[in-house]
């Protein structure tokens, strides 16, 4: 890595790329910094707390800015939503699926469906947002057409926060270095380390004054921290290669020799993908307990308490849906039977395993091995923080989604340089 980065300052290309990447990075920093009119921010921030995992989880992705409450408090979180969505209807109507296997122009239409629900959504949880600041009493403006006013004027910004996050990722994925989307969530969790440092020290400083739990406390984080990271690391870079034998082949009047090649089974296949579906269904009753009120005791008072993340149920329902949308998302991107048939189309062949059925057999058993051991670890790493902070009473500010994405962001970004790299060292045959 540190070898790459070296080479970055010997390409002048690369670094107009990453210059324009990091102007992208400080124009989102700074719409990150502007407050949205009529809203006190303080109320909004004791509104997060309160309603638990869910906001929490929303003020991650927005790197703090949901909690106070900036024109880009919503972040990306509409456009992923959307982007599942669209995902989900490939499977389900042969009209989308259609549309992902028509290549770049499919992608294209996809693209733009996926825009126009991000809108959609965007004004949705614009909504949301909204009645939730209304609920906590942050609103300068409630009542008449001042608050009509506000209420419109409070919606339409935080839409057009997210319509200006998405146009700008896109410009990062046009002209900058690697996936613009990928790179603006990364930026906004990273901006949260320094509040995960002034957590991390004010345990050090009550372990200090005679509390030494929280020297433990400290200890705990620090060496599980340092403990995912590798894991982190290493799960994105563990894969079962297949070893495929191609035959020889006559093409006109020339034979080709036999060729070896493989077929690479990540252990990560799914990535976050499955964290954010099980966040986003999680999300909605969580959301909906979060406006309401009811008077301890109620039965919807108690149906409501287990979308808690300090609730033992919430850990279980959301280990057991990070394990399902796993092994969903990994039926959608891998077809056992596609991969044989395409494997018999180019006269290719896994040694000692015959064509066809067998094949697909033999395929499906390594995908569903690889796919158990990547959801446990992913599921682990996932719900720990949610444990730790449960046993302890201390909040891990940087938890094990938010390292799945600044890992996985930070290695594919660093595969795009090396590869930009490569291509402009590699000499042409004209050369």
């Known amino acids: 890595m540190f070898k790459t980065i070296s080479k970055i300052f010997g390409s002048k290309e690369i670094q107009n790329k990453l210059?324009?990447?990091m102007f992208i990075l400080l124009v989102y920093r700074f719409g990150s910094a502007i407050p949205v009119p009529f809203i006190d921010a303080k109320f909004v921030e004791m509104a997060v707390r309160r309603t638990g995992s869910f906001l929490g989880y929303l003020d991650v992705l927005s790197g703090g800015g949901l909690s106070r409450a900036t024109l880009f408090a919503m972040s990306i979180s509409p456009y992923i939503n959307a982007s599942i969505i669209i995902q989900l209807l490939g499977v389900v109507l042969p009209r989308f699926e259609k549309l992902q296997k028509e290549g770049e122009h499919g992608r294209k239409k996809l693209l733009k469906m996926t825009r126009y629900l991000t809108i959609v959504l965007a004004i949705v949880q614009g909504v949301f947002y909204y009645v939730l600041i209304y609920s906590s009493g942050g609103l300068q403006y409630k009542e008449g057409i001042?608050?009509?006013f506000a209420a419109i004027v409070i919606v339409v910004t935080l839409t057009t926060g997210t319509?200006?996050?998405?146009?700008?990722?896109?410009?990062?994925?046009?002209r900058g270095l690697g996936n613009g989307i990928s790179i603006i969530l990364f930026a906004g969790i990273i901006s949260r380390a320094p509040s995960a440092y002034g957590s991390l020290r004010g345990m050090i400083q009550r372990g200090a004054a005679g509390q030494y739990k929280y020297l433990t406390y400290a200890f705990l984080v620090v060496f599980t921290f340092f403990f995912m990271l590798v894991l982190v690391v290493l799960m994105h870079l563990a894969e079962r290669r297949i070893p495929i034998q191609y035959a020889k082949r006559v093409v006109g009047r020339r034979m080709y020799a036999g060729q070896s090649a493989?077929?690479?089974?990540k252990l990560s296949m799914s990535g976050v993908m499955p964290i954010i579906f099980a966040n986003s269904l999680l999300m909605v009753p969580a959301m909906i307990g979060g406006f309401l009120r009811?008077?301890?005791?109620?039965?919807w008072y108690g149906f409501f308490a287990i979308f808690k993340s300090t609730a033992w149920q919430y850990a279980v329902m959301y280990f057991i849906l990070i394990l399902l949308f796993n092994f969903f998302y990994v039926s959608m991107q891998y077809n056992p039977i596609e991969i044989a048939?395409?494997?018999?189309k180019s006269n290719g062949s896994i040694p000692?395993?015959?064509p066809g059925k067998p094949t697909s057999t033999f395929v499906s058993k390594i995908l569903y091995r690889m796919a158990t051991v990547g959801a446990l670890t992913i599921a682990f790493i996932a719900i720990?923080?949610?444990?730790?902070?449960?046993?302890?009473?201390?909040?891990m500010a940087l938890g094990g989604t938010s390292l799945l994405i600044v890992v996985g962001v930070a290695l594919e970004t660093v595969r795009v340089i090396q590869s930009q790299i490569t291509m402009q060292k590699h000499k042409g045959f004209l050369e």
């Not at 730790?388 to 201390?394: H, I, R, S």
């Open 352 to 354: 000692g395993i015959r």
């Open 384 to 395: 720990f923080p949610i444990v730790f902070t449960n046993l302890t009473g201390e909040n």
């Open 146 to 148: 001042d608050g009509i």
């Open 19 to 21: 210059l324009f990447t």
């Open 341 to 344: 048939n395409n494997l018999i």
């Open 294 to 299: 009811f008077e301890p005791g109620d039965f």
């Open 163 to 174: 319509a200006l996050i998405v146009w700008l990722g896109e410009r990062v994925s046009e």
């Open 262 to 265: 493989h077929i690479p089974i």
